[in-house]
């Protein structure tokens, strides 16, 4: 995303009511669901009412699919930044929306395939997982930036977990992906990034700091996994000297 899209979008983001906030003119609540929709419709209308009129309609339909129609209008309009502040405000109940966004991980823009592509695992789409794996082997670092932050939100210890650390591998991560990655990998006790993650903080450069996080972070898990490797065995041992013909009990 370039610099002068983000600062639009930051715009437009702050400019809207929080979700315990009223909207900035209170008699908006008086509006039918048709009215409001006729606004998002109308790209006369400001980018910032349109959104806070989509963020209107969710609120006033949490518990059904009103405002199915109101994010189908606002995730097909041309403005990038109408898009992703849709994006920002999709329900994880709407099931038309999300679907949506998965039709959007095609989107010719970068910054709405990538938006949407975060939104959907916060609401923990596992259908990401394959798209990931493609994402991670991309020359586009914004894929593979999107793609650390999905697999951060979904990893598991099976496909998630697993891909994370094929990623290690890829040669094309600059320094902040690596970074990020290692930061994952240690969260999950994985030790094959602790020889790397000591070169970075002992050169004291631009991630010296992040580097010294994720290695105390790799201590602490492996520090964790001793202390229960050993409350295991001890159970395991109490458990055998219970039993008749077991260790510490001949019977």
Do not use: C
């Amino acid at each position: 995303m370039d610099d002068k899209l983000r600062l639009r979008l930051e715009a437009l983001i702050s400019d809207l009511p929080g979700p315990d906030q009223p909207l900035n003119d209170p008699a908006e609540s008086d509006l039918s669901d048709n009215q409001l929709l006729a606004r998002l419709r109308d790209p006369q209308q400001s980018a910032t009412q349109r959104l806070a009129d989509l963020r209107h309609l969710t609120a006033r339909h949490r518990v059904d699919h009103g405002a199915a129609e109101a994010f189908q209008i606002l995730l097909s309009d041309p403005d990038e930044a109408i898009v992703l502040g849709a994006i920002a405000e999709v329900p994880a109940f709407d099931l038309a929306a999300l679907d949506r966004l998965r039709l959007l991980l095609d989107h010719a823009r970068p910054a709405i395939r990538q938006a949407s592509a975060r939104a959907l695992a916060r609401r923990k789409d596992r259908t990401l997982l394959p798209r990931m794996g493609l994402w991670l082997q991309s020359d586009d670092s914004g894929n593979r930036q999107a793609a650390i932050d999905v697999l951060a939100w979904l990893a598991d210890p099976h496909d998630g977990n697993r891909l994370l650390a094929s990623a290690w591998e890829i040669p094309t991560l600059d320094a902040e992906e690596r970074i990020a990655l290692a930061r994952l990998l240690a969260e999950r006790g994985d030790d094959r990034v602790a020889d790397w993650l000591v070169e970075i903080f002992e050169e004291n450069g631009q991630y010296a700091d992040s580097a010294r996080q994720a290695l105390e972070i790799l201590l602490f898990r492996a520090e964790n996994a001793d202390d229960s490797a050993a409350e295991q065995g001890g159970s395991n041992a109490m458990n055998a000297a219970e039993i008749p013909g077991k260790a510490g009990n001949p019977g």
